[in-house]
Nanobody, 119 residues
Framework: QVQLVESGGGLVQAGGSLRLSCAASGSSFSINTMAWYRQAPGKQRELVAFITRGGSTNYADSVKGRFTISRDSTQNTVNLQMNSLKPEDTAVYYC?????????????WGQGTQVTVSS
């Protein structure tokens, strides 16, 4: 079992930046893909970005060029640098991990961290 703890959310004005971090503990040796999801009020949870153990990354079209995902495998952390934030980025952001090299079967989730972007 993997435990995930997110940090770094908050309130920021449009155009600003935030950096989210997620620390994994427990059976973290089994982690392959690490991802960030988000869920805005009244909307479905969406995949924002993911990174595999091999370093491959992928982003939702809505955040390409603005967000950057990175990971430190030695410390089992994944980060999400969010720049040029927009009000539509407002959501609860969740960290998730999978044992597979593709973004499926996310067995462990963090508790979520709120990101609010004011206009």
């Amino acid at each position: 079992q993997v435990q995930l703890v997110e940090s770094g959310g908050g309130l920021v004005q449009a155009g600003g930046s935030l950096r989210l971090s997620c620390a994994a503990s427990g059976s973290s040796f089994s982690i392959n893909t690490m991802a960030w999801y988000r869920q805005a009020p009244g909307k479905q949870r969406e995949l924002v970005a993911f990174i595999t153990r091999g370093g491959s990354t992928n982003y939702a079209d809505s955040v390409k060029g603005r967000f950057t995902i990175s990971r430190d495998s030695t410390q089992n952390t994944v980060n999400l640098q969010m720049n040029s934030l927009k009000p539509e980025d407002t959501a609860v952001y969740y960290c998730a991990v999978s044992n597979l090299p593709i973004p499926v079967a996310f067995a462990s989730w963090g508790q979520g961290t709120q990101v609010t972007v004011s206009s």
